[in-house]
C-alpha cells in the first residue's frame, strides 16, 4: 500500500517534470526527501526568472489532506533557497492546480484544501508559468 | 563495481550537501539523472541571491576524466534554470574544490583536469559560497 502510493506519487510528480520541460524550464526531482534530516521539496523548476519549488499532491476525494510537516518543510527550503512556495493538486480526472499555502486550511495535525477551493482560487499549469511582472 | 562506484558518487553527493546546509544554504540532490531523457545535474544549492547546479566528481588518480556528456547536461540545465555551473572535484585526501566548465582540458570523448590545475585555479568550499559581488 505504501510502495503503491510512493510509486503513484513518482508518476505524478514526473508528470509535472515533463510539463515544465516542454515550455522550456528545466525541472528535477529531489532523491531522497525522506531519509535527510534536511527540509525537502518534491520538484524544483526554474527558468532565468523565477525558481518554484513544488510539493506534488494528488487526491481521488474531494478533500486533499496534507502533513503540515511537509508544508512546513515547503515553507522552510523555498525560504533559504530563494524559491516560491507552491502546492501543485490533481484531484481525480481533473487537471493540475497550482495553490498557495496561504489558501490551506488547519485542520487538526493536518491541512487540507477542498476541490472547490483549489478550483477557485488555484493556478492553471499556463497560469503559474506565466513570466509577466516578475 | 558500478554498484560501489554509485554508492561512493552518492557519498560524496551527500557530504556536500551537509556542507551546503551547514551554512545556511539550501541544498537538494537530484532523483534518478540517469533515467530521464532531460539534462541532469548531481546537486542544486542556492541562498536568497544564487544559485549553483553542482556536478560531483572524486578521483584516486591525479587526472580526473569526466564524460562531455556530463558536462553538456551541467552546461544545458544551468542555462535553462539559471543557475552557474560548477564542477565539484575532490582528489584523494584533499579537500573539495568548484572548477568552472572553462578550466577544462578536452581529451578525446572526455574532458580531463588534473590535480595541479585544480589547487591552481579552482575554488575552495568557503570561497564558491562567498556572495560578495552578487
Not at 86 to 112: H, M, Q, T, Y
Request: hydrophobic share 40%; proline share 2%.
Amino acid at each position: 500500500m505504501k510502495n503503491s502510493r510512493k510509486i503513484k506519487g513518482t508518476a505524478a510528480e514526473r508528470e509535472l517534470l515533463h510539463k515544465f520541460w516542454s515550455v522550456g524550464w528545466a525541472c528535477l526531482r529531489a532523491a531522497g526527501s525522506g531519509s535527510m534530516k534536511y527540509p525537502c521539496v518534491d520538484l524544483l523548476a526554474g527558468n532565468k526568472v523565477r525558481k518554484l519549488a513544488i510539493e506534488c499532491k494528488t487526491s481521488k476525494a474531494l478533500i486533499k489532506y496534507m502533513s503540515k510537516d511537509d508544508i512546513y518543510q515547503l515553507q522552510k527550503f523555498s525560504s533559504l533557497f530563494g524559491a516560491e512556495p507552491w502546492i501543485a493538486v490533481k484531484f481525480d480526472k481533473k487537471e493540475w492546480f497550482f495553490i498557495s499555502i496561504e489558501d490551506l486550511r488547519p485542520s487538526g495535525n493536518s491541512f487540507a484544501i477542498d476541490i472547490e477551493t483549489v478550483k477557485s482560487r488555484g493556478l492553471l499549469f499556463e497560469e503559474v508559468i506565466k513570466d509577466e511582472g516578475y
